[in-house]
Each structure stands twice: as structure tokens, then as C-alpha cells.
């Protein structure tokens, strides 16, 4: 993809995310140049509403596997295993890898810590990554995601 884009001179996303308020909720928006470049961005997201957090020693690693028809679902679905973790056993994912990320399908692989509670910082709770306003679509340079969090 980024071939393409070169060859039409239309510059790549560079990964990023940028989290905003919502009504008495808040969300993020992700940009990447490929799909799969969404995933880490979106978990970084994730974390940073919830506040500061930082690994401590590594915990088991991580394998995620969804199917379906919506994209934008299956990353939600991605988020809500890490909210998972988080909230049963304060464990981040550090380093995701992106095995498969199409319109059906999601493979992500990665380590993950228990976060250092001496070294962290806790902003907010997130209760849920909802489905409300769920979407990723195609932009110029790449894609963009837009998912809010209950707080």
C-alpha cells in the first residue's frame, strides 16, 4: 500500500491518535498508514486515558484471534481484551504484533508486563469500550479509527 501511495504522491499517515472529551464519556481517533497500523496506536490510546502506565515484570504473552464483518468491531474487541487484562490483573500489552487484520478477520500477537504500580499514575477508570460512534474508514494516506470509552 505504501507503493501506491508514493507512486500518487500522497504522503503516508504517520501513527498517531488523539484522544478528545465526549459526552459524559471520552474518545480517541487513531491514523495509521495500513489497518493493521491502527492496533498499537488504539491500545496506546486506551492506556493513556486510563493514565500513566508502566511495565513492570513481563506476564504471560498475549495471542488474539476475532472474526467477523466490521473491522472497526474487531478492534473494539481488541481493546476490550485489554481492558480485560487491565482490570483483572494489571497487565498491559507491550509490544502487539499484527499477525491479520482485514475486513473479517483479526490475528494479534504480543508480550505483555504487570504494570509497576510504584511508577504508574491512574487518571480514570474505563468502564467499557463502547460501540457508539465505532468506525474506522480510509483517509488520505491511509486510515482512521474513532472509538469511545465509558468512563
Known amino acids: 500500500m505504501d507503493e501506491v ?12 491518535f488523539e484522544i478528545f472529551d465526549h459526552t459524559a464519556d471520552m474518545g480517541f481517533r487513531v491514523r495509521a498508514a495500513t489497518m493493521p497500523g491502527l492496533v498499537e496506536p488504539a491500545g496506546k490510546a486506551l492506556y493513556a486515558i486510563i493514565g500513566e502506565l508502566v511495565a513492570g515484570e513481563p506476564s504471560d504473552p498475549l495471542r488474539f484471534e476475532a472474526s467477523g464483518e466490521d473491522p472497526s468491531v474487531l478492534l473494539r474487541d481488541y481493546l476490550d481484551e485489554l481492558l480485560v487484562l ?66
Not at 508514493?6 to 499517515?13: D, G, L, M, W, Y
Open 5 to 16: 501511495l508514493a507512486r500518487r504522491n500522497i504522503p503516508c499517515v504517520e501513527s498517531s
Open 86 to 151: 487491565f482490570e483483572r490483573g494489571q497487565v498491559i500489552v507491550v509490544r502487539p504484533v499484527v499477525e491479520a487484520f482485514d475486513a473479517s478477520r483479526l490475528v494479534i500477537v504480543g508480550e505483555t508486563a504487570r504494570i509497576d504500580p510504584e511508577r504508574s499514575a491512574f487518571h480514570r477508570e474505563v468502564k467499557a469500550i463502547t460501540y457508539h460512534e465505532l468506525d474506522i474508514r480510509k483517509i488520505a494516506g491511509g486510515f482512521e479509527a474513532t472509538v469511545i470509552v465509558d468512563i
